[in-house]
């Protein structure tokens, strides 16, 4: 499917200062503990800045994880709109076939508006528990869970509630959500093709799990800043997206990992200390910040999301003006050269060792078979091609899109990276050609423990 780009402009030409976003990049860059992997900058409805860190590119989607939780937000905003949803019904009218096995007064109690506020009265997470009570319907197993308080007065980041309030917009609709958001934001908005990952019921995540690109997310955060207009219509209601935005439940007190995941929390959207955002770990952001009427997306890999925010208050939010700024033609030419030219530095490293035969390194459910550049990563049978070359990436896209760079880096050992490049996961190899031994070790760990040659969006079968 195509889509129609989003109306550009230069930085200047919308009161963007080209030092900033040049201080911004160098900040992320010369960070060990980010990785960035994409940008994008919107300013008064014009995109001013976008850039992607080779081998990712614009037009592969990407795991977004929690910052899946907006779209189902989204998705729940419109079934309100429609009156197929209200947010002061009881979770469990949704659910009559549970009705009389949720005995507990709390989880009776409990309102669409608690699953969606992550105010269910939970005090910690609820899922692997509610895994545990129910492998194949985390809905009951959530239900069957009491909560430690009453519904409404405390917070806790809780996969199970938005999985349920996704699982409600499904029920109710007939349709996934994917194809629920596809006539009513993905076309009247632009975005292109998307993928959700599902449980074992056939349901679609909700909390996580969406593969959607870079300029998806730039578009979802610029219809909540427009308070849901787009291109002078009306896509989702204005009513919902102050209602989603607005924090319903203090989050100061909640273990969470910075300040700016202390400002409260609305209807899937994190307040923020300037404006409020949607985001999932690792570095996955849709910030709207209506104070400069601008939107902020990116994707990355890194722990340390909390500092990609504090990056971002440091150096963009001062480039941010309120006019136009005449004769920067020379600095906005500047930024656009080095964002088309943002690349990931590849791993040290000979493509091939000279003069030695083919060899099997590690045993068990994952081997690597190297023979010259040509490298085969094997688990449980299932095998990933992937191909050397010297001083950059190498790209495949069978089984998954993958890239990995490396080598040889003495005559022994073998050192390679592996992008999953529709994650934001990659996976050092390394190998001792003398003892026939393989080490694997994840930069960022996946929290969807999911085959290697699965490590992708997942497919829509033809």
Known sequence: MTTRPLPS????????????????????????DIEPHSLMIMRHGRLVASGWWAPYTAERPHLMYSLSKSFTSTAAGFAVAEGLLRLDDPVLSYFPELDSEITDPRCRAMLVRHVASMASGHEADTVERAHALDPSD????????????????????NQPATFTLGAIVQRISGQTLTDYLRPRLFDPIGIGETAWLRDRSGRELGFSGLHVTTDAVA????????????????????????????????????????????????????????GYRGDGAYGQFCVVLPEHDAVIATTAATVQMQRMLELAWTHLLPAFGPDPLPGREAA????????????LPPAPGKATAEDRPAVVL??????????????????????????????????????????????WTDAD???????????????????????????????????????LHTMGAPRRSV
């Open 138 to 157: 985390l809905v009951r197993g959530f239900l069957l869970l009491p909560p430690e308080r009453d519904p409404g007065t405390v917070f806790a980041y």
């Open 9 to 32: 402009a230069t930085p200047a030409s919308q009161g963007v200062d080209a030092s900033g976003l040049h201080a911004f990049l160098d900040a992320l860059e010369a960070d060990p």
């Open 362 to 407: 590690g045993s068990g459910a994952t081997t690597l078979e190297v023979d010259g550049e040509r490298l085969t990563l094997v688990q449980n049978g299932h095998r990933l091609q992937l191909r050397l070359r010297q001083g950059g990436w190498s790209v495949a896209e069978e089984p998954v899109p993958t890239a990995v760079s490396g080598g």
């Open 219 to 274: 578009r979802l955060g610029q219809l909540y800043l427009d308070r849901g207009m787009w291109d002078g219509r009306r896509v989702l209601p204005e009513s919902w997206v102050a209602e989603a935005s607005r924090p319903w439940i203090p989050t100061r007190d909640a273990p969470v990992s910075g300040e700016d995941w202390r400002q409260g929390y609305g209807l899937q959207f994190w307040g923020s200390r300037h």
């Open 332 to 343: 906005d030419a500047a930024l656009a050269e080095r964002l088309a030219a943002l690349a």
């Open 413 to 451: 050992t073998l050192e390679a990276e592996v992008i999953f490049l529709e994650t934001p996961h990659r996976l050092a190899l390394t190998g001792s050609r003398a003892d026939r031994t393989l080490e694997t070790r994840w930069r960022t760990e996946p929290l969807h423990h999911r085959p």
